[in-house]
């Protein structure tokens, strides 16, 4: 059973950070287009951050350049976001999913990564 499993959303003031993780089980991360992806009340589910499966290149929307971080850890099969200086509009249920993908992960949408996480509860509130 492909499966990925979130952890490390809460709540955090403005400016403050958190660490997202998503660990897999049933497959390899390192084989698959793999991202970040997060919804708030009333609004569509939108990419945060992925990497390609083919070069592992990294990809983040405009609103969390400079302070998000993706990354990998091959050995513990995990992903993680590191999330910096986090606002009040970054709160949101936080999503990581995974596919199989031949192009760059930025031309896909959310609903094309086919094995998808729980989704962790990030809110940013003073």
């Known amino acids: 059973q492909l499966q990925l499993v979130e952890s490390g959303g809460g709540l955090v003031q403005p400016g403050g950070s958190l660490r997202l993780s998503c660990a897999a089980s049933?497959?390899?991360?390192?084989?698959?287009?793999i991202g970040w992806f997060r919804q708030a009340p009333g609004k569509e589910r939108e990419r945060v951050s992925c990497?390609?499966?083919?070069?592992?290149?990294?990809f983040y929307e405009d609103a969390v350049k400079g302070r998000f971080t993706i990354s990998t850890d091959n050995a513990k099969n995990t992903m993680y976001l590191q999330m910096s200086n986090l606002q009040p509009e970054d709160t949101a249920v936080y999503y990581c999913?995974?596919?199989?993908?031949?192009?760059?992960?930025?031309?896909?949408?959310?609903?094309?990564?086919?094995?998808r996480g729980q989704g962790t509860q990030v809110t940013v509130s003073s």
């Open positions: 990497i390609s499966e083919s070069d592992r290149r990294t």
């Open positions: 999913a995974a596919e199989r993908l031949a192009l760059s992960c930025n031309v896909y949408g959310p609903h094309e990564f086919g094995i």
């Open positions: 049933g497959f390899r991360l390192a084989s698959y287009a």
